[in-house]
């Protein structure tokens, strides 16, 4: 049985008015051509409901007869001679040798720039990309709310600029600015690369081509920060803890932990207390003494203690694998280090008095108990401040000190710089000859001291070349 053919498409031809639309729509006409511009025409919806008024012509550009919708009457025009209007442009681009549909579409990929265009140009004043773009970024990084609040306090006077308006003159006078209130060279520091980043995001998203300040550094810091005095200054840190100092260390260990188990006595006298866990007989009265004494018998930083997991620690608990969250974001997969014997200990005693869990948080938050989540990033601000006045340690001395002593040790022990950048979980020895290579004059010194043994003495009764008389 052969297919049914299409239905034929009933159409009339008349000038097109109100009057002309509604009688062709009701005597059931699927067109209607226009008798005064030539392929003006109406086509009727399946509804009867609306005409959509169209002009189709022959292309001289192409040789097609595309056709334009110019729009729906009643609904796009008032009238119809609004729309016969619109198709006499297009007659007359015609005559001219243009192709309306190609002119339309030009002028849609214009304004489609335009736009674009004007977005880019909201986007690119640093306020409303932080706003609209930067904030929603950053805030997926662990510290992202601090880099945040770091350029909002620091750069507030920018944030009607422009991205590419910036230039190095207005870096100097913002130095110069912080500087005069104190601030020091390492903060400012820190600030303005956090900037440099936000900008290099701008390019990667395309809000702009190139990083102004991409090779605009700040000023050499002032001299009083450049040579400090009587060891203070940004290396002061970064050296080995005294032996007064470890003294006073496991002294205010010790203190904290008696304190703590105290207090806890003293509310198991109490009725509604006497559900609490009595601390006498443990060795670690919360995760502060443990995390803390991994910062120093491992080397790690407070913020890799905090994430450290249970599976990241070797069953026989001689080594951690884990990645180091400072330097993740730089594609750095996991790394491995030997744990020392004492911190072997700390971990496995820490373990047992937690209930020798396998997975999970090393050092869950007590906040929520059975929840597994983790410390905050002040967990150990508190605990480290009261164990450092009990000790009788100085106030400025920093949690972070402990890393540092770390490394000292290592160096002052004789170890070399590649092994104590691997054990610090550095990606560039640069980092390592940076921060610690101001200990190693000394070792230097004894270094030459041995090779002149081994090398000898010169003989100056016999020098090493003989000279022939003729």
Known sequence: ??????????SLTKKMTKTSLESAKRRGFDRLYDTDLRGFYAQFTKDGTRASLRYRYRSKVSGERPTIKLGDYPGTFESVEQARDKAREYAAMVRSGLDPRLEIERQVERERHEKRQKELDELQIIGTFIERVWEEHI?????????????????????????????????????H???????????????????????????????????????????????AQVEPKDGEGPRASRRPLTEMEIK?????????????????????????????????????????????????????????ILGL??????GDVKSITKVIEKIAHHGHGHMRFPIANHLSEVLRVWRKEQG?????????????????????DGALRKPWARIKKLGGLPESLHLYTLRHNFASQLIMAGQDL???????????????MDNYAHLLPEHEERAMAALSKIQGSPNLKRPYLKVVEK
């Open 248 to 304: 006073a260390l496991f002294r205010g260990i010790e203190l904290y932990t008696k304190e703590k188990k105290e207090q806890r006595r003293h509310s198991l006298t109490k009725k509604n207390k006497q559900h609490l866990v009595d601390l006498t007989p443990f060795t670690y009265v919360d995760h502060a003494v443990p995390a803390i004494l991994c910062c120093y018998y491992g080397g790690f930083r407070p913020g890799d």
């Open 418 to 432: 590649e092994t104590v950048k691997r054990l610090m979980g550095h990606t560039d020895i640069k980092t390592t």
């Open 309 to 314: 997991q249970w599976e990241h620690i070797g």
């Open 1 to 10: 049985m052969a297919p049914p053919s299409p239905a034929k498409t009933k």
């Open 139 to 175: 805030l997926r990084n662990k510290k992202g709310a601090h880099d945040l609040q770091r350029i909002e306090r620091h750069f507030k006077d920018w944030y009607s600029r422009k991205m590419p308006d910036l230039t190095k003159r207005d870096v100097t006078k913002w130095q």
């Open 177 to 223: 600015k912080l500087e005069k209130t104190g601030l020091a060279h390492a903060t400012i520091k820190r600030s303005y690369d956090t900037f440099k980043a936000m900008l290099n995001y701008a390019v990667d998203q395309e809000v702009i081509e190139k990083n102004p300040l991409s090779r605009v550094g700040l000023k050499r810091p002032p001299a």
């Open 356 to 376: 020798n869990p396998k997975t999970g948080y090393v050092f869950p938050s007590p906040i929520f108990p059975g929840e597994n989540r983790r410390l905050s």
